[in-house]
């Protein structure tokens, strides 16, 4: 176990300073709605930081780029690669895990399987690892982006030729208007689920999968990544919390845990359905 706040894998990162016009400046909301009212407890203070803007979508198809530095991102837990692209423009990508300085990077529909390259789905083969996934056709990545996630490709399913006249209903299916199959990805949580081939992936692992090892050390690191303290239920008293009350370190007095406004809480499913629901294949496990 790391018990410091400095791990052994920030020795890759290059002694840059950030680019300049990538970064952004956040306003501070501590937890807290539109409304200004407490929406996520046990958030607040905290050192400052500028956001990077990172290209998740990668739209820059066919350019050849060089990564020129890798770099801490204060608002994610993966380390992240300053590109420059022939055009003199550079941007940042999440960067894989075994990306150096001076390596290539091309996006192309169609490319060599290294890590950091990205291509679409139905060009990847079976068994290789992806991270930053599409969930539809040019809409950036949203899939395995945290330290040290990926996906693993387990088939290509390709669409059957039906010879069938085109409806003139409205389409409900993103691979009713590409034409293209589906993929099967396995997930960092375990489910399976089907994506269409016409989504772009990038290949490799996410870097810094240290990440779940480390320790934060201290409460002051604590502070530092604006998380506020957090006291138990049962050490309140009843009118503060369902688990209060009672001498000394007694339990909690409830068949099941419950939240401070007295709503059923671990274990519940909290999980909203989405259009994206029909095409999991198979839910993740029970931890």
């Known amino acids: 176990m790391i018990k410091s706040h400095k791990t052994l894998s920030t020795r890759i990162l290059s002694k840059k300073k950030p680019e300049k016009k990538l970064l952004k400046f956040l306003k501070k909301r501590a937890g807290r709605a539109r409304s200004g009212r407490i929406t996520?407890?046990?958030?607040?203070?905290?050192?400052?930081?500028?956001?990077?803007?990172?290209?998740?979508?990668?739209?820059?198809?066919?350019?050849?780029?060089?990564?020129?530095?890798?770099?801490?991102?204060?608002?994610?837990?993966?380390?992240?690669?300053?590109?420059?692209?022939?055009d003199r423009e550079r941007r940042y990508i999440l960067a894989p895990q075994d990306l150096k300085v001076g390596d290539q990077v091309i996006i192309s529909e169609k490319t060599e399987l290294r890590p950091g390259n990205r291509t679409k789905l139905k060009n990847i083969l079976v068994g290789t690892l992806v991270?930053?996934?599409?969930?539809?056709?040019?809409?950036?990545?949203?899939?395995?982006?945290?330290?040290?996630?990926?996906?693993k490709i387990l088939a290509q399913e390709e669409k059957p030729s039906t010879g069938a006249k085109p409806s003139t209903e409205p389409v409900r299916d993103l691979n009713e208007v590409s034409g293209a199959g589906f993929t099967h990805l396995e997930m960092p949580s375990g489910e399976i689920r089907k994506i269409s081939q016409d989504c772009f992936a990038s290949i490799g692992t996410?870097?810094?999968?240290?990440?779940?090892?480390?320790?934060?050390?201290?409460a002051g690191k604590s502070r530092r990544l604006r998380r506020r303290p957090t006291?138990?239920?049962s050490a309140m008293n009843p009118p503060d919390h369902p688990h209060g009350g009672g001498e000394g370190k007694a339990p909690i007095g409830l068949k099941h845990p419950k939240t401070p406004w007295g709503k059923p809480a671990r274990g519940v499913k909290t999980r909203r359905k989405r259009w994206t629901d029909k095409f999991i294949i198979k839910r993740r496990g029970k931890k």
Request: proline share 5%; no cysteine.
């Open 231 to 233: 006291v138990r239920g």
């Open 40 to 86: 996520v407890r046990h958030k607040g203070g905290g050192a400052k930081r500028l956001y990077r803007i990172i290209d998740f979508g990668q739209e820059k198809i066919g350019i050849p780029s060089k990564v020129i530095a890798l770099e801490y991102d204060p608002y994610r837990t993966a380390f992240i690669a300053l590109l420059e692209y022939q």
């Open 206 to 218: 996410v870097s810094h999968p240290e990440h779940i090892y480390e320790s934060l050390g201290k």
């Open 131 to 151: 991270y930053n996934i599409e969930i539809e056709p040019g809409r950036g990545g949203k899939l395995a982006r945290g330290a040290g996630t990926a996906a």
